[in-house]
């Protein structure tokens, strides 16, 4: 294989992660054999693995990336403005992340690496409802772990939604639903003074 | 074959599905070949087929009986009550139910299929909200039909998590939450009270 430039290298790493993603995507992680690689990034397998050691490492950079994505969208803005960027992700995004669900599902040593990056988005997100809590934005009358669970529950099930074209033609109704569930509730001050 | 008395076909149905659930759930649909369905169910191909046409009668057979099911307690006792129950669940039913959203995603014919059946659930719920509403005990301020697509996305995260046995130690709290989410809100009147 002749050496390629630096940026050439890049580009055509950044090219092969995009097929691979449409692959992923459309035939799932078995159904996207090195064949379907092949045809979808119209480079050799040997190509292919010259940048990525195998199917394995390809489909972990995709999935890393996004997990990444989403940390820095929830360090960011929290767990809410993640839900409300995901309509605009495309079905390989969607599709990637579903499969990693699914492989969390049926592979052991898979969930035990990458519960760690779950984790970590929790306690990101945890960490700002706190905050929040303290501020006095976010209701405390919940544990700021359950509103995390909730959050990613709603997150999750958006996801699934999302990717399986499931019209729900309200998605903002309910994230203003989800966001007014979570904040402050002046109501219930209301209500405990008069009680 | 050897004709079978009608109680001996209806226990080896029923043997049957047991067994393909629990290879749908563990390989997938495309991973529960005919040559796994034959060493989980201990019987040979022609034995199977003799009482589903193909693989994919048996899965619809499991996944129309597993929408029947949630339909009839969402029928009885609403989406939440649905959602209470599903940590009892088994992996195979929380494995079909994976597949069919997997499926909606990849297949357009079995989407158009199988969206008729999620309707009717969700009619169903929205129908139980609307009652609910006039009745005085769930909130009027948001849509019943959005409170149906908030309350599907928790439940289908829910199904998420606990097929991926993501540890969420509070889905109770979690549940909780969202019931007093779609109630009517005692607080809500008191503050348009006192405005």
């Known amino acids: 294989m002749p050496r390629l430039r630096p940026e050439t290298v890049d580009a055509r ?12 995507a459309r035939y799932g992680y078995e159904g996207a054999t090195v064949r379907v690689l092949e045809a979808e990034t119209g480079l050799s397998r ?5 940048h990525f050691r195998d199917k394995e490492s390809l489909f972990l950079a995709l999935a890393e990336s996004d997990a990444r994505a989403t940390a820095a969208v929830v360090d ?21 992340s579903l499969e990693v669900s699914r492989r969390l599902r049926t592979e052991p040593a898979f969930r035990d690496e990458w519960q760690r990056r779950l984790d970590s988005i ?13 501020g006095g934005t976010v209701r405390d009358d919940v544990a700021a772990s359950t509103l995390v669970t909730f959050l990613r529950l709603v997150h999750d099930g958006l996801v699934v939604h999302l990717a399986a074209g499931t019209p729900d033609a309200d998605i903002d109704a309910v994230l203003d639903l989800v966001e007014r ?13 008069q009680s």
Chains 1, 2 share one sequence.
Do not use: N, Y
Request: charged share 30%; with cysteine; hydrophobic share 40%.
């Open 122 to 134: 929790r306690q990101s997100a945890e960490h700002r409802l706190v905050s929040a809590q303290h």
């Open 46 to 50: 040997g190509a292919i693995f010259h």
């Open 76 to 96: 960011g803005g929290g767990l809410i403005e993640a839900m409300r960027r995901l309509p605009e992700r495309d079905a390989g995004w969607l599709g990637v």
């Open 13 to 24: 790493r950044t090219a092969i992660l995009a097929a691979a993603r449409r692959a992923f």
């Open 181 to 193: 569930t979570v904040r402050k509730d002046p109501c219930a001050d209301l209500q405990r003074e």
